[in-house]
């Protein structure tokens, strides 16, 4: 059930998408070279890895100097669109495609990258218990802790994932949807 909802939320909210997402391609690409859509490598259900799909929002090559660096507040990486799209988490919309082909889910952990998986994995004790189930779009963490870019931050929405993987259901997920919906509109969350 869970994924045929999955299935019919993506369908839509691609098509309802379809004109947010070309005025801020056109926006990307006028703005900065590179590609519009952004891939990275996150880690999914039972740690398999996957390319998650964004809006660009940085300058191309972002982490060419650092290797792989959390988003700060006022990121120098980000470009001006991609303050925008990121303030009003539309660089999040092409995620839908990932919940198309069956890599994510639109309720469940956020997904991390390798780099910070094999990190955490050694602060946080069980930390990989997280990829029992698809990563997410929205999740219990991200609409009950502020965004985070720390260790600390990490244990706190590992909380929640579990949390939310100890009662995960159609129930839950409608409720989180609907806090998601919250979320976007007040800005809350976004770097």
Same mark, same amino acid.
């Given at each position: 059930?869970?994924? /045929?909802?999955? =299935?019919?939320?993506? /369908? ?29 490598? %996150?880690?999914?259900?039972?740690? =398999? ?6 809006? %660009? ?26 303050? #925008?799209? @990121?303030?009003?988490? #539309?660089?999040? #919309? ?18 991390? @990258?390798?780099?910070?998986?094999? =990190?955490?994995? &050694?602060?946080? &004790? ?16 991200? /609409? ?7 260790? %600390?931050?990490?244990?706190? &929405?590992?909380?929640?994932? #579990?949390?939310? =993987? ?15 919906? &919250? ?7 976004? %770097?």
């Amino acid at each position: 059930m869970k994924r /045929v909802i999955d =299935i019919i939320l993506a /369908v839509v909210g691609l098509v309802m998408c379809s004109p947010i997402l070309l005025f801020a391609a056109i926006l990307i690409k006028i703005e900065s070279r590179g590609s519009i859509i952004y891939s990275q490598e %996150r880690i999914g259900k039972n740690g =398999i890895t996957f390319n998650l799909y964004k809006l %660009r929002s940085m300058v191309t090559g972002a982490e060419s100097k650092t290797g792989p660096v959390w988003a700060k507040i006022n990121d120098s990486r980000v470009t001006y669109v991609g303050k #925008i799209i @990121r303030k009003l988490h #539309i660089d999040e #919309i092409p995620q839908m495609i990932n919940v198309l082909i069956g890599d994510m889910s639109f309720v469940g952990p956020r997904p991390e @990258r390798p780099y910070f998986v094999s =990190i955490l994995d &050694k602060e946080i &004790k069980g930390y990989n218990d997280r990829h029992q189930i698809k990563p997410g779009l929205t999740g219990l963490a991200c /609409v009950s802790y502020p965004y985070g870019a720390s260790i %600390r931050d990490a244990v706190e &929405k590992f909380k929640y994932d #579990i949390m939310y =993987i100890k009662k995960t259901g159609l129930l839950i997920d409608m409720l989180i949807l609907l806090k998601t919906v &919250k979320v976007v509109l007040t800005r809350e969350g976004s %770097r």
